[in-house]
């Protein structure tokens, strides 16, 4: 502590602090001005995915693969979890492996299903939840760059530099391929290239519900989102086709 104009005698005997004693004052500065960040509504910020861990809450997952993943998802998949309302998947796939066809597929629970499992279990292997399916095709060449955004995110993935819990009342986003392990959730503060990935899902998945006379504009958003989206990641331009 500094000296008052009344120790100025002392002042320089207290100018130099021990190593250890300067290390305490570092970590305590920096724990104080951490904790003001967050006071102040400023968290940090991840631009990157994060790896889902498959060892918790199989029998969740299983059920999701049950009612939600109804479909091959090479391109692409999002899973949103909210924490009340029933969740919902969608999914961009090819068909066949000489087709030309990509599709979306969206399917959305009536009911939460984490929320049954907590309070009926899984013994019985049935999951008294309806789900409604939405499916729709895609271009291809719209697909092949989705499935290039994917990829692309997903390698990126790694785990938080410091752990944050998160919000009760925040969904919990997923992103998955067919094939590829693990999958990887959004961050609780994420930058701007996670959040356009999921803005990207959510297009889709509105895409898959939406009516003929609104579906242009939703492919305009989703197109000028992916294009923003493959700048910011440095992806080539897309092939003509999804699967070859």
Same mark, same amino acid.
């Given at each position: 502590? =500094?000296?008052?104009h009344?120790e100025?005698?002392a002042f320089?005997?207290r100018?130099?602090?021990?190593?250890?004693?300067f290390? $305490?004052?570092a970590? !305590?500065?920096?724990a104080v001005l951490?904790?003001?960040?967050? !006071?102040n509504g400023a968290?940090?910020?991840?631009d &990157?995915?994060i790896?889902?861990?498959?060892?918790?809450e199989p029998?969740?997952?299983a059920? *999701?693969?049950r009612? =939600?993943?109804?479909?091959?998802?090479?391109?692409?998949?999002?899973l949103v979890r909210p924490?009340w309302m029933?969740?919902f998947a969608?999914?961009v796939?090819?068909v066949g492996?000489?087709?030309?066809?990509? &599709?979306?597929?969206?399917?959305k629970?009536?009911?939460?299903?984490w929320?049954f499992?907590?309070?009926?279990g899984?013994?019985s292997?049935?999951?008294p !939840?309806d789900v409604? $399916?939405?499916d729709?095709?895609v271009?291809?060449?719209?697909?092949?760059?989705i499935?290039?955004i994917?990829?692309s995110?997903?390698? $990126?993935?790694q785990?938080?530099?410091? %752990?944050?819990e998160l919000?009760?009342?925040?969904?919990?986003t997923e992103?998955l391929?067919d094939? $590829?392990?693990?999958?990887a959730?959004l961050?609780?503060?994420p930058?701007?290239?996670v959040?356009?990935?999921?803005?990207i899902?959510? !297009?889709l998945?509105? *895409?898959?519900e939406?009516p003929?006379?609104?579906?242009?504009r939703?492919?305009?958003?989703l197109?000028n989102?992916?294009?923003?989206l493959?700048?910011?990641?440095?992806i080539?331009?897309? %092939?003509k086709r999804a &699967?070859?």
């Amino acid at each position: 502590m =500094l000296a008052s104009h009344n120790e100025q005698d002392a002042f320089p005997e207290r100018l130099f602090v021990s190593v250890g004693e300067f290390k $305490r004052l570092a970590s !305590i500065i920096v724990a104080v001005l951490g904790l003001a960040s967050r !006071i102040n509504g400023a968290p940090p910020t991840w631009d &990157h995915l994060i790896p889902v861990d498959p060892e918790v809450e199989p029998d969740v997952r299983a059920a *999701y693969q049950r009612k =939600l993943f109804l479909t091959p998802a090479d391109c692409a998949r999002m899973l949103v979890r909210p924490p009340w309302m029933g969740e919902f998947a969608v999914s961009v796939y090819t068909v066949g492996s000489q087709s030309n066809a990509c &599709h979306v597929t969206l399917t959305k629970a009536a009911d939460n299903i984490w929320y049954f499992l907590q309070h009926h279990g899984s013994g019985s292997g049935q999951i008294p !939840i309806d789900v409604s $399916r939405y499916d729709v095709d895609v271009d291809c060449r719209d697909a092949s760059d989705i499935k290039k955004i994917w990829e692309s995110m997903l390698r $990126r993935m790694q785990p938080p530099s410091f %752990s944050v819990e998160l919000p009760v009342d925040g969904d919990v986003t997923e992103f998955l391929l067919d094939n $590829r392990s693990p999958a990887a959730e959004l961050p609780v503060n994420p930058g701007s290239d996670v959040a356009r990935l999921k803005k990207i899902g959510l !297009i889709l998945a509105r *895409y898959c519900e939406a009516p003929l006379n609104e579906r242009g504009r939703l492919v305009r958003n989703l197109r000028n989102e992916i294009r923003h989206l493959k700048t910011d990641l440095g992806i080539s331009r897309a %092939s003509k086709r999804a &699967h070859r």
